[in-house]
């Protein structure tokens, strides 16, 4: 599964299993980057909100495997929404990480967080944003640009005046909370859908009817729901600090059926993360 890519619409190959850092600091992110090179993974993913870019930029170098080897995202944060913050925030991504160049950079929200969904589109903020991106994309900083919890009307706000289509679009998406008219929109644009959180924030562990399926399978619950997401044709960022947890994530060579997979999209929706339940994450209402 590791060496398993998907092709954006431009023709960089992304690979299909990622790890996730949210909630990991500097020192966490660079043992959790080390690990995850040392048994294979090539796919990392941060973010600015997530503070934690200095550390997977010295996870990375201290990894042992070539730069080129390696795909790295991160996100401009939801709160910066004008071209001249934008810009300045890829460069400061660029010099946190230590990188001369982002693999895919991302709006990580099309609304700060502390107004996120609400009435507030910010739709020619993000035109000004998303040019930034373009600009990066032109100047060799980044390889790939995309977006994240964007919804349809929020892409094609960005579609009707963009110069380079969105490559990604990464949104919540795991067994029981599958936005699949979102992810089928997202398709016929020939934007990739990446899923984050697919273990539901570990919500889905202790469900008795996925550790039914899960145990047809002789699998875990978490490899269902990675599985599941990968079925569906998306990347899946599993966010783990624990090395057994990483090569876990990584065993998904099984096929879930088609019954199957209907009875996990049809799962009755799971709403209460626990303590990861707070949303937005990067901002209190």
Known sequence: MLDETYKLLNGVEIPKLGLGTWLLNDEQAAQAVRDAISIGYRHIDTAQAYQNEAGVGEGIRSGGVAREELFITTKVAAEVKNYDAATRSIDESLAKIGLDHIDLVIIHSPQPWKEFREENRYFEENIEVWKAL?????????KAIGLSNFLQDDIENILASCEIKPMINQILA?????PMELIEFCRKNNILVEAYSPIAHGAILDHAEIKEIANHYGVS???IGLRYDLQLG???LPKTKNLDHMRINAELDFVISDADMETLRNIERIQDYGEHSFFPVFGVK
Do not use: I, M, P
């Open 234 to 236: 998306l990347v899946v």
């Open 221 to 223: 619950v978490a490899q």
């Open 134 to 142: 373009e600009d990066a994309y032109k100047a060799g900083k980044v």
């Open 174 to 178: 795991h067994v029981s909370n599958t």
